[in-house]
């Protein structure tokens, strides 16, 4: 029995046989929307896909992976990969990210909790740090957040305040950073007025300042840190605004890449580098892209690049961004307790698990799988294997990523009888999807597809069952649409390239030899989403799930 009275023993499914091998794939950015030629994935050859969507029509759906289906405030808010992967590990909804931080400010919650006590400890002495990204997209930061947390702190006794920006263009239309910062600008006025010393003290485009993820590249976080603690960078300016549009009419920079730059009195002096007795706050609710920036302000043993000077801060982030890690150990708002899900049931009744994918998505189907939990439930159950990204270029330079790599290891797991579920994630349609390089992402489609190909392949030898789906939309749509759904055009009235995720649904096949005849599609649970898909393995494994868990998306009809 658990600690909390309930039992790790799974009911047995009544028509459903046990010890079938599982391919679980998710495929990374790939949501289904209307055939046109910015919908890298109709555009692409994806023969696999197609026979899995064309084959059987009770054996192909589409399910939500946006807004209110993985949790996240409104049906406005594009699902993304963490989110995606908690809904589908987890098997029921949790309030994520942005909800529980606007609840938090709503209620006032924030304000009495350990981590914002924690920082206020500076205030009296020290100035207040407001480290992320200014943007409306809703998918790292929002903007109205961090308006409330400017107001809540002074309201609170913050009397000197700096806010350290990082440019968007990748979640909302690129050049969009300039209004971003006029608001800001102008709520920070609004607190001068009353006496507060609140300003810009630095900034830089999200992908080249800070940003950057599970260690692919510390040069990013370098440049931050360089202009946020030492006030150093290579462009000075005396007003964000200026400095924004200045930095954008350098030849193929855009928000996202922006250089990073500091803002200087009428002396040439930074007006904000961080110091001893100063409190930071990193603002980003989303964690995957906040991690190597709080370990370099966190860690006193820290040596992965030169911090040249640490001061001694009380740091605390938006939400703690590892929970294993325990990092940062202060935090503003407590993140979902998700207990017990799939994966965890499912080693506690025996299935042997393997997890697979390359770095920029290994902790999506090990960590936020598993509940944002690091590490295994049980080693002797279950191998993570981890194949290194690409570093130092952007994904449409090699749009095939390691797709070959992953489905290799995956076919050699399945092949070896060494475990019961095989999970991967194929990242190519996402991350390619990201950089707005179509002729890219075609071809990173198509490497996505032949990986699922030689998945497919090793379950036919073994007569094993494949589940293929997808986390959120993003490769099927790349191109701003107006709201008639027609292509936005610049003012020069080239095309708007769209690099965020979509709110389009996502594909969930089923099929194999070791699938039992008569299984196919409910037709009634025409509202499934990502959550649903945990009862569905879990079935699909010969068990029933537990009765918290969203219902399973399949039945088991007379053959």
Request: charge should be negative.
């Amino acid at each position: 029995m658990g600690s909390s009275g309930f039992s790790w023993k799974l009911k047995d499914h009544p028509k459903l046989p046990k010890g079938k091998t599982i391919a679980m794939v998710v495929l990374d950015g790939w949501g289904e929307a209307k055939a046109n030629q910015y919908n890298c994935i109709h555009v692409a050859e994806t023969p696999t896909m197609d026979s899995l969507k064309n084959g059987a029509p009770e054996k192909w759906r589409l399910v939500k992976a946006h807004g209110k289906a993985v949790g996240l405030p409104t049906d406005d808010d594009m699902g993304n990969s963490e989110v995606g992967h908690n809904a589908l590990g987890a098997g029921r909804i949790y309030a994520q990210g942005a909800k529980l931080v606007d609840s938090a400010l709503e209620t006032g919650k924030i304000y009495d909790g350990e981590g914002f006590k924690y920082i206020k400890e500076s205030f009296e002495t020290g100035t207040l740090h407001l480290i992320g990204l200014l943007s409306d997209g809703g998918v790292h930061s929002r903007l109205d957040q961090v308006q409330l947390l400017l107001k809540g702190a002074s309201e609170r006794g913050a009397k000197r305040i700096r806010v350290h920006i990082l440019t968007d263009g990748r979640d909302v239309l690129d050049g969009s950073s300039v209004g971003f910062v006029e608001t800001l600008e102008n709520d920070l006025a609004k607190l001068r007025e009353k006496g507060i010393d609140a300003q810009v003290a630095s900034g830089g485009g999200r992908m080249y300042v800070t940003m950057d993820r599970y260690e692919n590249d510390w040069d990013v976080v370098k440049r931050g840190w360089d202009a946020q603690v030492l006030g150093e960078a290579p462009y000075k300016f005396k007003n964000p605004v200026e400095a924004v549009k200045k930095l954008r009419e350098i030849p193929n920079t855009s928000d996202q890449y922006l250089p990073p730059f500091v803002i200087v009195d009428d002396n040439g002096k930074a007006v904000g580098p961080i110091v001893d007795g100063d409190a930071v706050v990193t603002f980003n609710f989303r964690a995957d892209r906040m991690v190597m920036i709080a370990k370099s302000l966190e860690y006193e043993d820290f040596n992965t690049f030169d911090r040249v000077r640490v001061p001694k801060i009380r740091y605390a982030g938006m939400l703690q961004y590892d929970g294993e890690l325990k990092l940062p150990s202060h935090y503003l708002v407590s993140p979902p307790e998700m207990e017990r899900t799939s994966g965890e049931y499912l080693v506690h009744n025996g299935v042997r698990t393997f997890a697979c994918s390359e770095t920029v998505k290994f902790g999506h189907v090990t960590f936020f799988w598993n509940g944002n939990r690091s590490g295994y439930f049980n080693p002797e159950m279950e191998k993570y294997v981890e194949i290194p990204s690409d570093s130092g270029i952007t994904f449409n330079v090699k749009p095939n990523m390691k797709a070959l790599e992953i489905a290799e290891k995956a076919r050699d797991a399945i092949l070896s009888g060494k475990f019961d579920q095989v999970r991967v994630n194929l990242p190519n349609s996402d991350m390619v999807g990201h950089t707005g390089d179509i002729e890219a992402t075609v071809v990173a489609c198509k490497a996505a597809d032949e990986a699922v190909k030689m998945i497919l392949d090793a379950i036919e030898q073994v007569g094993g069952i494949y589940v293929v789906t997808a986390d959120h939309g993003n490769a099927e749509d790349m191109v701003k649409r107006d709201k008639k759904g027609e292509p936005q055009l610049d003012k020069n009235g080239k095309i708007q390239i769209l690099t965020s995720h979509t709110l389009e649904p996502v594909p969930i096949a089923i099929g194999g030899p070791g699938l039992a005849p008569g299984v196919r599609f409910r037709k009634d649970v025409p509202n499934g989403g990502l959550a649903n898909v945990a009862a569905t393995v879990m079935n699909l494994h010969g068990f029933e799930a537990p009765s918290d868990y969203e219902t399973t998306l399949i039945e088991v009809g007379d053959n």
